[in-house]
């Protein structure tokens, strides 16, 4: 009778697909950041209340102050002053989000916040509620589509970064 020989169970290595990153990503799942690409659709926040302000403002001229009240903040500025529940969280998952997909990210971020800056800078020169209407709508306009495609990024959607990601994972 042959002896019986049970392999030695080797400790888990921490990879990709080991039980590290399983819990990672539950941990990132329970506070609404996506595990896929370690962003949280809660900085969009910062963009959808500046959109809010803009549209009050061709019914309501007097809120064209409480917009030029708005300032931007960057991913971290944004969840350190939020009572985000995994705020610290948010912001180590964004550092060590995929090169790829925070460049993505990054860049809709950065021509929202340029447009919004220039708005602005224009609402602060208009010498009519009119023009300031104007600008305001037009914002609005450029600003929503592209609060939809920072979403897609941050949900994994519609970036070929996420699918290199993916096919490298």
Known sequence: MMASTQPT????????????????????AAANINPNTGLATDYLN??????MLLEMIPDMPECSEDF????PLSYAEHFRASNFKGRDLAIEAYDNAD???????DDIV??????????GDAMRGAQQDATRARLAEEA??????????AGGVINGQGSEADVDYIMAH
């Open 99 to 105: 090169p790829g997909i925070r460049s993505d990210f």
């Open 68 to 71: 030029l009240g708005w300032q």
């Open 9 to 28: 169970p080797s400790p888990r290595p921490s990879t990709p697909g080991g039980a590290d990153a399983v819990a990672r990503a539950a941990q990132l």
């Open 46 to 51: 910062h963009f959808n209340e500046a959109v």
């Open 110 to 119: 950065n021509t929202m916040t340029s447009i919004l800056t220039a708005v």
């Open 140 to 149: 609005v306009g450029w600003i929503k589509p592209l609060i939809g495609r």
